[in-house]
């Protein structure tokens, strides 16, 4: 079993960067890809990114490629997301989740956070 919970969404001007963390607690990274995901507003969950256990291998949506960057730090057991250059389409709830598909990249996901809002205005 594995809790995660998202932290450092918020509002932010078109242009800026945000940080978005996800701490696991129960079971550490070892055995789990991670991934990020995002549901914009009267719209579908999307996938954003998604990182090796390791962090020897990244996933990104065509979307984000080149702005958001996707990081782990197993000492912590903490996935980041760094957001940069953010658009006001990038408003959403920002999920993280983890995977213990050995499928890279994961098509299903076990465990998902609360949620974070990024709220980017024009």
């Known amino acids: 079993q594995v809790q995660l919970v998202e932290a450092g969404g918020g509002l932010v001007q078109a242009g800026g960067s945000l940080r978005l963390s996800c701490a696991a607690s129960?079971?550490?990274?070892?055995?789990?890809?991670m991934g990020w995901f995002r549901q914009p507003p009267g719209k579908e969950r999307e996938f954003v990114a998604a990182?090796?256990?390791?962090?020897?291998?990244?996933h990104y949506a065509d979307s984000v490629k080149g702005r958001f960057t996707i990081s782990i730090n197993n000492a912590k057991d903490t996935v980041y997301l760094q957001l940069n250059s953010l658009k006001p389409e990038d408003t959403a709830v920002y999920y993280c989740?983890?995977?213990?598909?050995?499928?890279?990249?994961?098509?299903?996901?076990?465990?998902w956070g609360q949620g974070t809002q990024v709220t980017v205005s024009s």
């Open positions: 989740a983890a995977s213990y598909s050995s499928r890279w990249p994961p098509l299903t996901y076990a465990y």
């Open positions: 129960g079971r550490t990274f070892t055995s789990y890809n």
């Open positions: 990182i090796t256990w390791t962090g020897g291998s990244t």
